[in-house]
T-cell receptor, first 115, second 110 residues
């Protein structure tokens, strides 16, 4: 067990809707990263939050947004859902020290299906 | 674009045999990490090797890193049926952004 939890486990939405996915990081971890994993592919980096500020973003449009809270929880929000957003969404927490972030610990993921 | 490319894409072996997976990447890295994923669930961290390290061991796992060739290998010795999973390498260029390869699917037959 990594100590990282995600909710919900599964989610079904229709095209055009909005969705919020939640993650609870390991206690003491100041960094959370979100990844999208399409079926049969490796995870793709969406963005990272460090001490509640966005700290790097991958090649994802602005309709993907996030929040990180002081209580080690975070959210990934996706607006105007598209069929291609169907994927496993993974969050990962880590501790960023002066030398940069280290091992990332992943949650079990949220499986999002867009119909 | 993918930074890491794993080879082979799929591997099938008998229990007790060794499994070797390779990973190649394109740019300079701070560290390289190997993860395991069972049946589309969350990723389990296996081992991290830093750019100034050449070899690392953890139980039945042995990882090597050759920064001159921009490649890494993961060796699982004396494999078990429970090792059946997908294995991913991920590189970190000191931004905290992990770039994953496509993964190697390992099947260990009892």
């Amino acid at each position: 067990e990594t100590g990282v939890t995600q909710s919900p486990t599964h989610l079904i939405k229709t095209r055009g809707q909005q969705v919020t996915l939640r993650c609870s990081s390991q206690s003491g971890h100041n960094t959370v990263s979100w990844y999208q994993q399409a079926l049969g592919q490796g995870p793709q980096f969406i963005f990272q939050y460090y001490r509640e500020e966005e700290n790097g973003r991958g090649n994802f449009p602005p309709r993907f947004s996030g929040l990180q809270f002081p209580n080690y929880s975070s959210e990934l929000n996706v607006n105007a859902l598209e069929l291609d957003d169907s994927a496993l969404y993974l969050c990962a927490s880590s501790l960023d020290l002066a030398g940069g972030p280290d091992t990332q610990y992943f949650g079990p993921g949220t499986r999002l299906t867009v119909l | 674009s993918q930074q890491g490319e794993e080879d082979p894409q799929a591997l099938s072996i008998q229990e007790g045999e060794n499994a070797t997976m390779n990973c190649s990447y394109k740019t300079s890295i701070n560290n390289l990490q190997w993860y395991r994923q069972n049946s589309g669930r969350g990723l389990v961290h296996l081992i991290l090797i830093r750019s100034n390290e050449r070899e690392k061991h953890s139980g039945r796992l042995r990882v090597t890193l050759d920064t001159s060739k921009k490649s890494s290998s993961l060796l699982i010795t004396a494999s078990r049926a429970a090792d059946t999973a997908s294995y991913f390498c991920a590189t970190d260029t000191n931004t905290g952004k992990l770039i994953f390869g496509q993964g190697t699917t390992l099947q260990v037959k009892p």
